[in-house]
């Protein structure tokens, strides 16, 4: 069963790699930012 986490303030920084690296392991990642994101 894949796990979900939310990330806040992911736009940059610690956020998105956190973002990506949960991404990739397999995982449910959802994120909020203050700026408009484009790239994830």
Do not use: P, Q, Y
């Amino acid at each position: 069963m894949k796990k979900t986490v939310l990330i806040t303030g992911a736009t940059t920084g610690i956020g998105k790699a956190t973002d990506f690296a949960f991404g990739n392991k397999g995982h449910n990642a959802a994120f909020t930012s203050r700026n408009k994101v484009d790239d994830h």
